[in-house]
């Protein structure tokens, strides 16, 4: 089995049978998953920011951190591995966005995030069909390229999936 391991702001899509699209630890940052049934092709980001306009150098240098940025060019990946334009046809699927050293919600990254990737979807008429967002605790996040699932996993907790 290959696996692909995305970090910060990373993204990478799949149609090899025999992989595996992790990432680590989401906190207040937010997998978002593209699968398409047509090509049988996974797609992760692991978004940290909302907008790149905070910090325009570093969303040349890695556009996957920031929501504005990375999921249209996951979209485009997605369309590079032989998937429709704009989307047509995938099922989404997002994990993350806790408030984990922000209790008192001063900051709202995690949902701030979630508002972002939710708005640019629906400027391409998309939306999620699954998502496990939200709370005090992080999660890490596995699809497998085969089966198209989604599994979660935490310390503590046994993996589910979405």
């Known amino acids: 089995m290959s696996q692909m391991i995305l ?30 049934p047509q090509t049988r092709t996974v797609g992760m980001v692991h ?18 951190y920031f929501a504005d940025t990375g999921v249209p060019l996951l979209l485009q990946e997605m369309v590079r591995h032989g998937c429709q334009p704009k989307g ?7 994990a993350g966005g806790a408030a984990i050293m922000d209790h008192n919600d001063t900051f709202n990254i995690g949902k701030r995030n979630l508002l972002a990737i939710k708005k640019i979807l ?11 967002v939200g709370g005090t605790f ?5 699809v497998s390229v085969k089966t198209g699932e989604v599994i979660l996993s935490s310390p503590g907790r046994p993996n589910w999936k979405i």
Request: glycine letters at 12%; charged letters at 25%; a positive charge.
């Open 47 to 64: 978004v940290a920011l909302p907008e790149s306009k905070i910090n325009l150098v570093k969303a040349k240098e890695k556009p996957g």
């Open 88 to 94: 047509k046809g995938l099922i989404i699927k997002l």
């Open 122 to 132: 629906w400027s391409y008429g998309l939306g999620p069909r699954s998502e496990d």
């Open 138 to 142: 992080s999660r890490t996040v596995s």
């Open 7 to 36: 970090g910060i702001g990373d993204l990478g899509a799949s149609k090899q049978p025999d992989a595996e699209i992790k990432t680590y630890a989401l906190g207040s940052c937010i997998a978002v998953v593209l699968l398409d």
